[in-house]
């Protein structure tokens, strides 16, 4: 009498499929922050009667030695204009919000233009401040 | 012979997954830390304009500011008195056009003082003007 083999029962592993989709939907809400300037040194100026600033999709940052950066990547002073109402395109009023994250201690000479910029971009200008009351 | 049954079972707390939770922690928190929201003060700029008559400036409102004073109308204050002496000056004007304040600033302003000086004014009251060396300026209406 032969007895037939019964064919092996495979199976994927399934137990760690919850945790290879928290940690894939985790990797992918990283990459979207694609306005990463967190390698930009900059101290904020304090000022009082603060709000909340809310979120924006053109960030412009003078660093410590005054150079100036547009989500993140450098580019000079000439090219600001355009290049903030390129990335504002259409958006209407209300969404054309500009965060100015300027050094503390940086200079008219700089900072002046940069607002000039925004302006003819016809961005709205968020001065991104620290509170005062703070620490 | 009686033989001793052993009652005491081993048991581990589970760690298998102790590599995960820790990873998914970790990233977690640095999600929350690159996500902490900004506080500032908001400028609505209309388009900047290239020139105005001298004019119209003179019958405005200016503060100059320098490295290390500050000019009302040409007389020295301190930091501290700009917000009352701005609200004194614009007392009993109601037009937008009125409370139109020119901030005429040196090239070595430190921004910090910048921020102190128009967020008084803007406080008093005032809507600022920036009047820039090309003879440019850009209007902030509160």
């Not at chain 1, 993140?72 to 054309?96: F, H, K, T, V, Y």
């Not at chain 2, 040409?74 to 056009?97: H, I, Q, T």
């Amino acid at each position: 009498m032969k007895m037939k083999r019964g064919k092996p029962k495979v199976d994927i592993p399934s137990v760690a499929m919850g945790d290879i989709a928290f940690n894939l939907l985790i990797f992918f809400v990283i990459l979207a922050q694609s306005q990463d300037d967190s390698h930009i040194q900059w101290t904020p100026a304090k000022a009082d009667n603060l709000k909340g600033a809310g979120y924006t999709r053109v960030t412009v940052t003078i660093d410590k030695d005054q150079k100036v950066y547009l989500n993140g990547q450098e580019l000079s002073e000439g090219q600001l204009a355009s290049r903030i109402e390129s990335n504002l395109g259409d958006a209407p009023a209300g969404q054309r919000k500009v965060m100015l994250k300027a050094h503390s201690d940086c200079t008219a000479a700089k900072f002046e233009p940069v607002i000039e910029a925004i302006s003819q971009a016809g961005g709205e200008l968020v001065h991104i401040l620290e509170d005062k009351k703070q620490k | 012979m009686k033989f001793r049954r052993s009652t005491k079972l081993l048991v581990d707390v589970p760690a298998v997954a102790s590599g995960d939770i820790a990873f998914n922690l970790i990233v977690f928190f640095l999600v929350c830390a690159s996500t902490q929201p900004d506080t500032g003060r908001s400028q609505i700029l209309p388009k900047s304009e290239q020139t105005q008559e001298q004019k119209e400036q003179d019958e405005h409102l200016t503060v100059d500011l320098k490295r290390n004073a500050i000019l009302i109308n040409g007389d020295p204050v301190k930091v501290s008195e700009v917000k009352a002496r701005v609200k004194a000056k614009l007392a009993g004007k109601s037009r937008p056009d009125d409370r139109v304040v020119i901030v005429k600033s040196t090239d070595d302003v430190p921004y910090h003082a910048w921020i102190e000086v128009t967020s008084q004014i803007e406080d008093a009251g005032g809507i600022i003007t920036l009047q820039l060396e090309e003879e440019r300026t850009v209007d902030v209406p509160q």
